[in-house]
């Protein structure tokens, strides 16, 4: 039951509504899209299928032994045995160094058009959605001076399903390089070409994923995980040194907040008095907010302070005595400096000059022989963390003559109109205008307006850095119960007219 509900809050929407409103022509056009979208999915898994099958062929322990049974074979064929004895190792070069690179760039670009054709389906020109960034939003700087991307973290409330898809929105439109949906073909191509973008790369950590697409790992997560789970800061570290610099983000709400969910955490917060009280959000997660932050003040060579300095040299002049403890302040005062430095840079926007990069290992191919590391991008984080706060409303119109005002203010009338807070289904969000706006650009759409807002907060990341997990925790919670009353501000800022 509890799966059926979710699938239908987030995919399909009241079944009731479907039945009632929708069309024959709407069906099969929410159809056909779904069917696009899942080749894409079905690509992809094909696309990694054959990924792994090689490289576990070719990287094999098992390849070794096959590669010296080959030398003896054909070392016994006379004339042609030099020549069959090249063939084996030749295939295997081939596929490590043209194939797996190959399929590799191929599954980019599979999930890059997958991003730019899902944002295209549900928020390109909808008279009836429109998005709203509200007056006292900070801008959403990702860029350094030499207009290079910087690995940055955002945090936001989860309302929908569609907040994945609104975010790409965002950044795709964002920066200096903003894009326009008719170049759709030209972005693919350069990145096959060149590999860039002419916008952020983004990633969200979600179910114990680092993911920006639908893959079946994912959904396996989602079906036998809780919503604690989540990545280790090593994995996103090794993830950043791949891919180089991207925005991460993370909702730590995990769930999206629904009527049964906000009714389940009143009656928590009757029950237990200690616990926030949010209205318009849900209690958050720490896990992958910490991780991300623990994983950022890694890069930046920030440790955590787990316990005050004062407390810490009086131990160890109790235990040591004075002498001991003065050897042992002069030999870690090297790592003190980089510790500060490293704080002191990301507070005031420096480059890290002590480090930041990740090291490689060397690694060995096939034949035991050392290879060089590939040098990877340097790693740059943003000094700003961004917040969002989005709400999805719908108008209704109401012959009520008097102002009312529902449990906790989520409904209020303005002008004649009740503004509801809703969680618009993807489903809905697919769902094509009649009339194209190329067609007639004086068309008015008869279905009701989604009002999507938005707030953008940027927070500074270098106090987090060195801070202890449980100060992590008070900040995240402090920063919920401030969107919890911000939403409430934006709906009684909204005029209809």
């Known amino acids: 039951m509890a799966v059926r509900d979710s699938v239908e809050t987030n995919f399909f929407g009241s079944i009731h509504n ?15 899209r779904i069917a696009i979208l899942c080749s894409y999915i079905i690509s992809q898994s094909v696309i990694s299928c054959c990924q792994r099958f090689l490289k576990f062929s070719v990287q094999n322990h098992l390849m070794n032994i096959l590669l010296k049974i080959n030398q003896t074979l054909c070392n016994c064929v006379p004339f042609f045995g030099k ?24 599954s980019q670009v599979v999930q890059l058009c997958f991003q730019l054709h899902v944002v295209e389906m549900t928020l390109k020109d909808k008279k009836n959605v429109q998005i709203f ?17 910087m690995t940055t973290l955002l945090i936001s409330n989860h309302r929908s399903i569609n907040d994945y ?23 693919l191509k350069n990145f096959w070409s060149t590999g860039e973008l002419s916008f952020p790369r983004l990633k969200f950590l979600t179910w114990g994923k680092v993911v920006n697409f639908p893959h079946l790992s994912l959904i396996k997560n989602i079906l036998i995980k809780d919503e604690n789970s989540f990545v280790m800061p090593k994995e996103i570290k090794q993830h950043l040194s791949k891919d180089g610099n ?53 890069i930046n060579r920030v440790k955590t302070k787990h316990h005050s300095s004062v407390f810490d040299n009086a131990k160890k002049i109790l ?25 002191a840079s990301m507070v005031l926007g420096l480059q890290n000059s002590y480090g930041g990069e990740i090291k490689e290992e060397p690694s060995k191919c096939n034949n035991g022989k050392q290879e060089k590391a590939v040098p990877k991008e340097l790693i740059r984080v943003n000094r700003n963390l961004f917040d969002f706060t989005i709400v999805y409303y719908k108008p209704k119109c109401t012959n009520t003559k008097f102002d009312h005002d529902h449990l906790n203010g989520q409904f209020k009338l303005h002008n004649g109109y009740q503004l509801e807070q809703v969680n618009p289904s993807f489903f809905e969000m697919l769902q094509p205008e009649k009339v194209s706006i190329e067609e ?6 008869t279905k009701p307006p989604i009002v999507i807002m938005i707030h953008i907060k940027k927070h500074e990341l270098g106090p987090l850095l060195p801070a202890k997990g449980r100060n992590l925790e008070k900040w995240l919670e402090n920063q919920w119960s401030q969107k919890d009353k911000l939403i409430d501000c934006i709906e009684n800022g909204i005029s209809i007219r």
Do not use: M
Not at 18 to 32: A, G, H, N
Not at 133 to 149: I, K, P, W
Not at 165 to 187: D, P, T
Not at 440 to 445: E, I, K, L, V
């Open 18 to 32: 479907i039945q009632k409103t929708w069309e024959v022509y709407d069906w099969i056009c929410v159809s056909l």
């Open 83 to 106: 020549h069959l004895q090249q063939v084996l190792p030749k295939a295997i070069s081939f596929i490590s160094e043209r194939v797996l690179p190959g399929l590799e760039k191929l």
């Open 133 to 149: 960034v509200t007056a006292e939003s900070d801008d959403l700087n990702l860029y350094d001076e030499n207009n290079r991307v």
């Open 165 to 187: 898809v609104l975010i790409n929105y965002l950044l795709q439109h964002s920066g200096y390089n903003s894009i326009s949906f008719a170049n759709k073909r030209e972005i």
């Open 246 to 298: 991207e925005v991460v983000t993370i909702f730590p709400e995990v769930n999206i907040l629904t009527t049964e969910l906000s009714i389940v955490q009143r009656k928590l917060n009757q029950d237990y008095s200690f616990v926030a009280k949010f209205y318009n959000v849900l209690y958050p997660r720490f896990k992958s907010f910490i991780s991300v932050v623990r994983c950022f003040g890694n």
């Open 319 to 343: 235990n040591n005595g004075v002498d001991k403890f003065v050897i042992k302040a002069s030999s870690q005062s090297e790592n003190t400096v980089e510790q500060d430095f490293a704080q």
């Open 440 to 445: 007639n650009p004086t068309y008015t759409t």
